[in-house]
């Protein structure tokens, strides 16, 4: 029987950032996963935002996904385009990457990480007990864990044998989509009918001044909505086929598909992220229509929280009560989402009510304030943990600073890298210090004069030191002193060493 600290359900987006952020502190993970590779799961998803690409940044690997993929003005509401160039953050645009893409460029960080991917099989059941989890795997084999994730999907199986419920909206639209070769030029682009939204496009595309421009050879890309909703199952190119022929008239001799899928707006959240030694993430704890692009790049942050967590829990650094913060600060986030999502869906109704309604948003969301709000909001830059009253720093994403030290200038994310937390001291030098913290957090003094600014909130005044959680958010901010320092490294990063 294999023994690790954490076993990872899953080997998608989630599951194998969270792998990563668990490796590098030094936690023994392992994913199981049912797939051979990462090449089955064609291009579902489609883009990275711009919260999702700091997050890649802070741990050195952004550039990966940069270099593959075409960065664009990729977020929008209801099919609404949202520029957030004038967002302030370094990465005030998103990316457009298929899923694909992501993951594989997700798997080899993991690989140079040594994490272990046991792959063709998947949890069929676990117990656990208070040491413990005992995971069966499909093919008679078992495993043992002190900590099992689900990173599962919407069919989560750990999330169903954990027991946990799945409360929501049932489906009202149902769309198939497709890669696949079509022996007939296909009418490329929208359409909008009374049964709802369709199109095809070219699988291929690139950006050219902003604008996406689709290769005029290869796959073609089909989404088509099915005029039943409810069916469950994996969809077939018979189903396609269809679907294409109630629309269009005509199947224009589809054949020879890379991948089919479905998708609904069926909407649901977990209720609760955590059940003893068993954690829930990404589409495991929340499914929504895909509208915004919002459910992958929700699944990576998830993990990003959730890693360091459990690391320090697993380590014996902190509590096992630090893991009850991963529930209480990602599920508002992703209840957050599936109201947006359901909004979305409301506006992308094809009856002429709603399309008088979509007349009147437009004029309102796509300038000035609503059209930064609702940018914020889809990209990620806008997420605000609670974690009391204090500078509007607190709980929020910690600004990628130009800093000057000693060794020169250095950017905040750099220190993020090894994904451990920092105290960072911008008054004078010694002012601050950390005694009994000094194992686990790095103390750097530097300089910033510069201006401060926030999403949505704008400029904010300067902070003389901010305590920066491994996931980016501010967790304390100083104010010439060290009231509530103690307290804050206490809470996120457990007790003092002893002298």
């Given at each position: 029987?294999?023994e690790?600290?954490?076993?990872?359900?899953?080997?998608?987006?989630?599951?194998?950032?969270?792998?990563?952020?668990?490796?590098?502190?030094?936690?023994?993970v392992?994913?199981?996963?049912?797939?051979?590779?990462?090449?089955?799961?064609?291009?579902?998803?489609?883009?990275?935002?711009?919260?999702?690409?700091?997050?890649?940044?802070?741990?050195?690997?952004?550039?990966?996904?940069?270099?593959?993929?075409?960065?664009?003005?990729?977020?929008?509401?209801?099919?609404?385009?949202?520029?957030?160039?004038?967002?302030?953050?370094?990465?005030?645009?998103?990316?457009?990457?298929?899923?694909?893409?992501?993951?594989?460029?997700?798997?080899?960080?993991?690989?140079e990480?040594?994490?272990?991917?046991?792959?063709?099989?998947?949890?069929?059941?676990?117990?656990?007990?208070?040491s413990?989890?005992?995971?069966?795997?499909?093919?008679?084999?078992?495993?043992?864990?002190?900590y099992?994730?689900?990173?599962?999907?919407?069919?989560?199986?750990v999330?169903?044998?954990?027991?946990?419920?799945?409360?929501?909206?049932?489906?009202?639209?149902?769309?198939?989509?497709?890669?696949?070769?079509?022996?007939?030029?296909?009418?490329?682009?929208?359409?909008?009918?009374?049964?709802?939204?369709?199109?095809?496009?070219?699988?291929?595309?690139?950006?050219?001044?902003?604008?996406?421009?689709?290769?005029?050879?290869?796959?073609?890309?089909?989404?088509?909505t099915?005029?039943?909703?409810?069916?469950?199952g994996?969809?077939?190119?018979?189903?396609?086929?269809e679907?294409?022929?109630?629309?269009?008239?005509?199947?224009?001799?589809?054949?020879?598909?890379?991948?089919?899928?479905?998708?609904?707006?069926?909407?649901?959240q977990?209720?609760?992220?955590?059940?003893?030694?068993?954690?829930?993430?990404?589409?495991?704890?929340?499914?929504?229509?895909?509208?915004?692009?919002?459910?992958?790049?929700?699944?990576?942050?998830?993990a990003?929280?959730?890693?360091?967590?459990?690391a320090?829990?697993?380590?014996?650094?902190?509590?096992?009560?630090?893991?009850?913060?991963?529930?209480?600060?990602?599920?508002?986030?992703?209840?957050?989402?599936?109201r947006?999502?359901?909004?979305?869906?409301?506006?992308?109704?094809?009856?002429d009510?709603?399309n008088?309604?979509?007349?009147?948003?437009?004029?309102?969301?796509?300038?000035?304030?609503?059209?930064?709000?609702?940018?914020?909001?889809i990209?990620?830059?806008?997420?605000?943990?609670?974690?009391?009253?204090?500078?509007?720093?607190?709980?929020?994403?910690?600004?990628?600073?130009?800093?000057?030290?000693?060794?020169?200038?250095?950017r905040?994310?750099?220190?993020?890298?090894?994904?451990k937390?920092?105290?960072?001291?911008?008054?004078?030098?010694?002012?601050?210090?950390?005694?009994?913290?000094?194992?686990?957090v790095?103390?750097?003094e530097a300089?910033?004069n510069?201006?401060?600014a926030?999403?949505?909130?704008?400029?904010?005044?300067?902070?003389?030191?901010?305590l920066?959680?491994?996931?980016?958010?501010?967790?304390?901010?100083?104010?010439?002193?060290?009231?509530?320092?103690?307290?804050?490294?206490?809470?996120?990063?457990?007790?003092?060493?002893?002298?």
């Open positions: 029987m294999n690790h600290a954490v076993v990872i359900a899953g080997g998608g987006p989630t599951g194998l950032m969270l792998a990563g952020e668990l490796a590098l502190a030094g936690v023994d392992a994913i199981v996963e049912r797939r051979p590779n990462q090449d089955l799961v064609g291009a579902r998803a489609g883009g990275l935002h711009s919260r999702t690409i700091e997050v890649l940044d802070q741990r050195g690997i952004a550039d990966r996904f940069l270099s593959q993929g075409q960065v664009a003005q990729v977020a929008g509401f209801a099919w609404f385009p949202l520029d957030i160039s004038d967002v302030p953050t370094r990465h005030n645009y998103g990316l457009a990457l298929w899923q694909n893409r992501i993951e594989q460029i997700l798997a080899d960080w993991v690989e990480l040594a994490v272990p991917i046991y792959r063709e099989c998947e949890v069929t059941a676990f117990m656990q007990d208070e413990g989890v005992a995971i069966e795997l499909s093919g008679g084999r078992s495993m043992r864990a002190g099992l994730v689900g990173c599962d999907g919407g069919r989560s199986i999330r169903k044998a954990a027991g946990i419920d799945f409360p929501g909206w049932d489906p009202t639209t149902s769309q198939l989509i497709a890669e696949a070769e079509l022996a007939e030029e296909p009418e490329m682009g929208v359409r909008r009918d009374a049964l709802g939204i369709h199109g095809l496009s070219r699988a291929e595309f690139e950006i050219r001044d902003g604008e996406v421009v689709y290769s005029d050879k290869g796959l073609v890309r089909v989404m088509v099915e005029q039943q909703v409810g069916r469950t994996e969809p077939t190119l018979q189903d396609v086929r679907a294409l022929v109630a629309v269009y008239g005509t199947d224009y001799g589809i054949h020879n598909p890379a991948w089919v899928s479905r998708f609904t707006d069926t909407t649901r977990a209720a609760s992220y955590r059940k003893g030694r068993v954690l829930l993430a990404g589409d495991a704890a929340h499914v929504h229509y895909p509208a915004g692009g919002q459910g992958l790049n929700t699944g990576v942050q998830d990003v929280n959730l890693g360091w967590k459990l320090q829990v697993v380590r014996g650094t902190s509590p096992e009560s630090l893991l009850d913060s991963y529930h209480a600060e990602r599920h508002p986030v992703a209840a957050r989402v599936l947006n999502t359901m909004a979305q869906v409301a506006l992308l109704r094809t009856d009510r709603t008088a309604l979509r007349d009147f948003f437009a004029e309102l969301i796509v300038v000035g304030e609503s059209r930064r709000r609702f940018g914020a909001m990209s990620g830059l806008d997420i605000h943990y609670d974690l009391g009253d204090g500078h509007p720093l607190l709980g929020r994403r910690m600004p990628d600073l130009d800093l000057d030290t000693d060794h020169g200038s250095l905040v994310y750099t220190l993020l890298h090894e994904a937390p920092v105290l960072l001291n911008l008054g004078e030098p010694g002012s601050v210090e950390l005694a009994g913290w000094a194992d686990r790095l103390l750097v300089g910033y510069g201006t401060w926030l999403p949505v909130i704008g400029e904010v005044s300067a902070a003389s030191a901010v920066i959680r491994p996931d980016g958010h501010v967790a304390w901010v100083g104010d010439g002193n060290q009231d509530g320092l103690a307290d804050a490294l206490t809470t996120w990063f457990g007790p003092p060493a002893a002298p």
